[in-house]
Every structure is written in structure tokens, then in C-alpha cells.
């Protein structure tokens, strides 16, 4: 059984070094865009600021407020939100992750977020990724992520 899998083993590692070396003559000037999710350290730093942030959100008295918000985090479990947004921010950045969540616009439709809202949330997050220190760039590039689902979050300005 060894020597059938070491066999196999030097079979494809051959095929491996022959495509390896046509295929890399053909892409020299092609070098594969590495993933935003990539940039910023995979699934543990991710999984580890959107912990943070869920963190911070579900304790801001501004957001509390709003008393459909308020009512959520008591029906809503922290760690299972921290779960959904991360598997969310993980696909969104280009990793592995798949979101089986709700859309945003039904997901927020019942809280009747304010653009004010909105702004605090964004404040919070920014604050969150500076702690992180998340490079300018990545930073840009996940608001922007997150700028791209406010139309569907905000309800009234």
C-alpha cells in the first residue's frame, strides 16, 4: 500500500514540475491578485476584530436607543452574531467562508435604523480596525464592503 501511494506520490509531483514549469513560462508577467481576507491575516485576525467589534455594538448606549435594537440584543445572542458576521466578512473579503444569513435589507428591515445610527456604527468600526491596526488600504476596502449594504440597513435618514 506504501509503495502504491509513493509511487503515486512521485507521478504527480512529475506532473506537478512539468505543468509547473509550462504554465509559469506562459503567466511571468500575471502574478494572482492576493484576497483583501489574505491581507489581513486569514480567518483568526478576522474572526478576532469582528469579535471586537460585535463587542462594542452591542453595548453603545446610542445604538441601544433604539429600542427595536435594544430589543434585538436581548432576542439575539452576541456569539451567535459574532458567528454570522464573521462567516459574512470572511466571504465578503474573498475567503473560504460561505454566509447562510438573511440579506441585510430583511435582516435590519425591523429595527428602523437612522443614518445617525449608521454613523455611529461606522465610527465604532473604524475605531475597532485602528485598534487592530488594520493598514489604510485594507481599512478603505472593508468600509467600503460595509458602505455597499447601507442602503439595505439604513431605513430613514
Keep these: 500500500m506504501f509503495i ?17 514549469g509550462s504554465v509559469g513560462a506562459l503567466a511571468q508577467d500575471e502574478t494572482p491578485a492576493v484576497s483583501l481576507f489574505d ?7 478576522l474572526s478576532v476584530v469582528v469579535s471586537d467589534f460585535i463587542d462594542v455594538v452591542v453595548t453603545d448606549s446610542m ?8 430589543a434585538s440584543r436581548k432576542v439575539v445572542p452576541a456569539p451567535y452574531l ?10 465578503a473579503t474573498g475567503g473560504p467562508c460561505t454566509y447562510q444569513g438573511r440579506d441585510m435589507k430583511s435582516a435590519h428591515a425591523h429595527l428602523n435604523i ?8 461606522v465610527m465604532l468600526f473604524k475605531e475597532v480596525l485602528a485598534k487592530h491596526q488594520v493598514p489604510e488600504t485594507e481599512t478603505q476596502e472593508l ?8 442602503a439595505d440597513i439604513v431605513a430613514t435618514p
Design 82 to 91: 459574532k458567528y454570522r458576521v464573521t462567516a459574512m466578512v470572511c466571504e
Design 114 to 121: 437612522t443614518a445617525a445610527e449608521w454613523d455611529q456604527m
Design 143 to 150: 468600509l467600503d464592503i460595509v458602505g455597499s449594504t447601507r
Design 4 to 20: 502504491f501511494r509513493r509511487k503515486h506520490l512521485s507521478v504527480y509531483c512529475l506532473t506537478v514540475l512539468l505543468m509547473t
Design 39 to 45: 491581507r489581513l491575516g486569514g480567518l483568526m485576525p
Design 63 to 70: 445604538l441601544n436607543a433604539n429600542p427595536a435594537v435594544d
